[in-house]
């Protein structure tokens, strides 16, 4: 896998700049929008070793991340101070499941699109902060055929995306418009824009790359 090459050096090379030293401002904004009950099964996927999954842990939640680096894993249970126990994951190819003693987080390290709720069952709710934006734009409607798949009754995404002239930059991260989301998931799930912000001004690292404008849009998406 070329990309996951990419990503791997990227990890090894310290190239890791989405990373954030805090709880996502959007989760905590708009967490009655996507968690609606308590425990909840939240699947993060292309984790990384974001804080937010232990924010959701310590809230009353169980999480399941994934994520292709097995780097980012290692540094996540270490700078979170959690032990945890590593095992294959058998019929996951390439799979490695780490979790927690009390099962309360599971990290899997493989590709994306060789999961399946077969080996971790179906969730609540999906906190994607950096997973659609980060892959291959071919490679969408697979992301949400998978995500829709293992999603339960009433199951609820919270994402964040980007929108930008892609004349003016090639991601990650990548543009996602409007009509996009709607392509990907306005048969089945309901959608509402909960935030459509500058991000220029919170990241003027684009704007130093010449880009003229940079929407982030946050959505919450429920199952119909």
Known sequence: M???KEWEEGWAAGRTG???SHIHEALLDFKDKLLVKTPSRVFVPLCGKTLDMKWLVDEGHEVVGLEGVEQAIKEFFDEQKLSFKESDVPGLEGGKLYQTEDGKIKLFKCDLFHFS???AGSFDAVWDRGSLVAIDP??????????????APGGRILHE???YNTDEMKGPPHSVPPEDVEKLYGEKMTIELLRDADNLTKNPVFKERGMAWMRQ???ILTLK
């Open 2 to 4: 070329p990309q996951l």
């Open 18 to 20: 989405f990373h954030r």
């Open 117 to 119: 709720k077969d080996f």
């Open 138 to 151: 071919c490679d969408r409607q697979r992301y949400s055929d998978l995500l829709l798949s293992m999603l």
């Open 161 to 163: 995306v980007f929108y």
């Open 217 to 219: 849009h946050i959505r």
